[in-house]
C-alpha cells in the first residue's frame, strides 16, 4: 500500500481492511479506478463473452500504458488517467454465466464488496437487463457496450448508457438491404425471422419487423424457439416448408452454429440468409460452421481497416494478446470501455454522479475511435444517437464489407452458398 494512502487511512482513524469502505471520493490517489465487468465466461456464449473480455484487457494496456502509435485514441499516448493524477484503471471481472439472476447478483457484489466507479457488461440483453437495474438503484453508471435490445433504453433509467447500435438500427438497415435486392432485381417477397427468446431475440424481432413494415415489407413467418436449444430440427422443418427468399437470424453462438448444422443436415437453405451478429460474428461460428455458412450477410460496426489506422493498430495489439483478430463485438465491447474511461478521465473523479454527468455531455468524433461510429453522443435515454452499422458478407474464413455502397469492398454476392 503506497505510504500516502497509509497516512490518508491513519489521519482517519481507520484501520487498513477499512479502506474499501471509504467513499469513492475520499480514496487514496494511488489507488487504481475499479470498474466492475460481469460478462458470460463461462457457459454457451462463453467465447463471446471471453473475446470481450479479452478486448478490455486490450483496452485497460492501451490506458495505462503510452501507446504513442495510437495518437488521437484519447488516453492511448499518455500512461493512466491523466484527469486522476496518472491512476491506473483495473477491472474485476465476473461470470454471470448467462443467467440474468447471476448477473444480477454480481452486479450486486462489484458494487456493494468490490466498490467499483462505473460497471460495463453485460453482452447478453437479458444480463444487462437485471445487471444494469442494480447500477441504476446504486446510482452507478452502467455502459451496455455490447448489448442491443432497444427496450434496455426505454425504463427511463439516467446511469444507463449504451454507445452501440441497436435492433432498430439493424431492422432498419436490413429493411433497406432487401430493399435494394428487390431493386436490382431479386425476389424478395417472403421473408422469415427466427429469433431466439430471451430480451436479445424478442426485442430485437419486433424492432425488425417494424422496420420492414416501413419499407413496404412484410414478415410472412416469425419462429421464436427457446435459446440454447438442442435441437431445432421443427424449427428447420418449418422454414422448409414456408419457402421464405430471405431469412433473417437472430441468435447466440450455439444457437447459430446448431442451426447451419441442421440446414445442412435437412439440405435446405434460403436464397438470402442474415444473420443478427452476436453468434454469427462469433470467431467459434466461424470455425465451426464457416463452410456450410458461405455468403451468410451480417451486420457490423467494426472493419480494420487500413494499416497505421486506429483500428488496424488495436486489432494488432488484440491478436497478440488473444491470437485471434477482433470481431464485431468484441471491439463494441472495447470502444464502449474506452468511451467509458475518456468520460472518467474527463470527470476527473471516480464519483459516480461527476462520472455520470461526464457521460451526459461525451461527444467523441470519428476519429477518436476504434470503431466506424459516426461518434459517441448520448440522448435523453443513454443512446448514443450517432451509432452506425454496415453489412458485410462471409468469404471463407472472413468478413467483407458490402453493403452500402459507400462503405463496400465489393458487392453481395447473391444466392446464399452455403456449403456449395
Not at 455502459?143 to 434496455?152: F, V
Not at 461527444?363 to 452499422?389: C, F, R, S, V, W
Amino acid at each position: 500500500m503506497p505510504r500516502t494512502t497509509r497516512r490518508l487511512i491513519t489521519r482517519l482513524g481507520l484501520a487498513a481492511p477499512a479502506l474499501a469502505l471509504l467513499p469513492r471520493g475520499l480514496r487514496a490517489a494511488g489507488e487504481p479506478v475499479r470498474i466492475g465487468a460481469p460478462y458470460p465466461l463461462t457457459g454457451v456464449a462463453a467465447s463471446a463473452g471471453t473475446a470481450v473480455k479479452q478486448a478490455i484487457e486490450v483496452a485497460v494496456d492501451i490506458i495505462n500504458n503510452a501507446h504513442p502509435e495510437l495518437p488521437n485514441l484519447p488516453l492511448a499516448p499518455t500512461e493512466g488517467l491523466p484527469g486522476l493524477g496518472g491512476r491506473k484503471v483495473e477491472v474485476i471481472f465476473a461470470d454471470h454465466q448467462g443467467n440474468p439472476a447471476i448477473a444480477q447478483s454480481e452486479a450486486l457484489r462489484l458494487i456493494t464488496q468490490d466498490k467499483v466507479a462505473a460497471m460495463v457488461g453485460c453482452y447478453q440483453s437479458s444480463c444487462g437487463l437485471t445487471a444494469s437495474a442494480v447500477a441504476e438503484r446504486y446510482g452507478i453508471p452502467f455502459m451496455a457496450s455490447e448489448a442491443s435490445a432497444p427496450s434496455l433504453t426505454e425504463r427511463g433509467f439516467k446511469w444507463f448508457f449504451r454507445p452501440t447500435p441497436i435492433g432498430t438500427d439493424f431492422g432498419a438497415a436490413y429493411a433497406s438491404f432487401l430493399v435494394d435486392r428487390k431493386a436490382g432485381g431479386s425476389k424478395v417477397e417472403k421473408l422469415a425471422l427466427v429469433n431466439e427468446n430471451t430480451e436479445y431475440g424478442t426485442s430485437t424481432g419486433n424492432a425488425i419487423i417494424a422496420a420492414a413494415a416501413s419499407k413496404g415489407l412484410k414478415i410472412d413467418t416469425r419462429i421464436a424457439y427457446n435459446a440454447n436449444s438442442s435441437d431445432v430440427s421443427a424449427q428447420v422443418l418449418q422454414l422448409k416448408s414456408a419457402d421464405p427468399d430471405a431469412v433473417i437470424f437472430v441468435s447466440y453462438t450455439s444457437d447459430s452454429i446448431l442451426f447451419m448444422k441442421t440446414m445442412h443436415t435437412l439440405n435446405w437453405k434460403p436464397p438470402i440468409l442474415i444473420g443478427d451478429d452476436s453468434g454469427f460474428s462469433d470467431n467459434a461460428f466461424i470455425e465451426a460452421v464457416g463452410s456450410l455458412a458461405q455468403g451468410v450477410f451480417n451486420r457490423s460496426s467494426y472493419d480494420i481497416g487500413k494499416p497505421g489506422g486506429a483500428s488496424f493498430v488495436v486489432n494488432e495489439l488484440f491478436q497478440k494478446h488473444a491470437g485471434h483478430a477482433l470481431d464485431d463485438t468484441s471491439a463494441r465491447g472495447m470502444q464502449g470501455f474506452l468511451a467509458l474511461m475518456e468520460a472518467i478521465n474527463r470527470a476527473g473523479s471516480t464519483e459516480p454522479a461527476k462520472i455520470q454527468a461526464a457521460l451526459v455531455s461525451q461527444d467523441l468524433k470519428p476519429e477518436q475511435l476504434m470503431i466506424g461510429y459516426n461518434g459517441i453522443k448520448y440522448d435523453a435515454k443513454g443512446q448514443n444517437t450517432l451509432a452506425a452499422t454496415l453489412l458485410v458478407q462471409l468469404a471463407g474464413k472472413k468478413y467483407v464489407a458490402v453493403w452500402p455502397d459507400k462503405s463496400a469492398v465489393q458487392p453481395p454476392a447473391l444466392p446464399f452458398k452455403g456449403w456449395e
